[in-house]
């Protein structure tokens, strides 16, 4: 079971971070993506990170073009979450975020996958004045 928090209300420029929390499994072992979802839209993946030990030569992390030198996920083993931490957020930002999980190894070179085999609710991340 995936659960996410962080989210709520926050004025543009300003910082979030945002948790997604698995019970049972070691969430290190899974691969993980962020995602964001506007009502009436498709998920987009904006981050993720590959689970295990990765793939050799490949980057273990992604992220859109639309979220980078902005956003940073990683891994909070301790307690068993995967984290992203989201700066100088926009109103374009505004969306449910929430995390998918999936225990096969990904490459990123065209982005974060987007069909994974667990999923949470999601949290609600708005960007307004």
């Known amino acids: 079971q995936l659960v996410e928090s962080g989210g709520g209300l926050v004025q543009p420029g300003g910082s979030l971070r945002l948790s997604c929390a698995a019970s049972?499994?070691?969430?290190?072992?899974?691969?993980t993506v962020w995602f964001r979802q506007v009502a009436g839209k498709e998920p987009e993946g904006v981050s993720c990170i590959v689970g295990g030990d990765g793939i050799a030569g490949y980057d273990p992390v992604g992220y859109a073009d639309s979220v980078k030198g902005r956003f940073t996920i990683s891994r909070d083993n301790v307690n068993n979450t995967v984290v992203l931490q989201m700066n100088d957020l926009k109103p374009e930002d505004t969306a449910n975020y929430f995390c998918?999980?999936?225990?096969?190894?990904?490459?990123?070179?065209?982005?974060?996958?987007?069909?994974?085999?667990?999923r949470g609710q999601g949290t609600q991340v708005t960007v307004s004045a």
């Open positions: 049972g499994d070691r969430l290190k072992d899974y691969s």
């Open positions: 998918a999980a999936d225990p096969r190894p990904f490459t990123f070179q065209n982005g974060c996958p987007r069909h994974l085999k667990f």
